[in-house]
């Protein structure tokens, strides 16, 4: 499983999907200004056949939050895990416009009441970063029981 479990992953974009396509309620389009902008921003670093690198992914979205002395740091990958959901090695757009539908939706964000700064903090620091984190410390925190675990095997002898 990856950070916050495939399972959420996948539910987090069903329910999405199923808000935004809803024809009587259809909340967020993508011709929603702050869609419109943030698509302009994912086309700037995106390749000709629209898919986006990791690299790309990080100079356009993430290095405002997270600095990686050596690229890739481990917080990097740990996003990662949490938005490549097709594993495909690249960001695609529905993996982006996903999470930005959603948290338009859920604060009712406008262009009178958001900017693509807040939409992006709130997106990325607000929702993926929490679930991408939980698993990082998870890990660290089993690495460090068991290395305890095998010390105290250790004095046991």
């Known amino acids: 499983m990856r950070a916050g479990g495939k399972k959420f992953l996948r ?4 329910i999405v999907l199923q808000k935004t396509n809803k024809e009587s309620n259809n909340n967020v389009a993508d011709d929603h200004p702050l869609m419109k902008e943030l698509k ?3 086309d700037l670093y995106a390749s000709p ?3 986006m690198t ?3 992914f990080f100079y356009c979205f993430i ?3 997270i600095s990686c002395f050596n690229f890739p740091c481990a917080k990097f990958v740990a996003v990662v895990g949490a938005i490549d959901v097709d594993k495909s090695g690249d ?3 529905p993996e982006i416009s996903v999470w930005a539908k959603w948290a338009i939706d859920e604060y009712n ?9 807040r939409l992006t903090h709130l997106v990325f620091v607000g929702h993926i970063f929490p679930v991408a984190f939980q698993n990082l410390y998870q890990v660290k925190v089993r690495s460090k029981k068991h290395i305890a675990q ?3 095997q250790g004095d046991e002898d």
């Open 11 to 14: 539910e987090m974009i069903d």
């Open 40 to 42: 302009t921003m994912y």
């Open 49 to 51: 056949d629209g898919r």
């Open 54 to 56: 990791y690299k790309n």
């Open 63 to 65: 290095n405002r939050f």
């Open 91 to 93: 960001i695609d757009w």
């Open 109 to 117: 964000l406008t262009a009178e009441n958001c900017d693509i700064d």
């Open 150 to 152: 095998i010390m105290a």
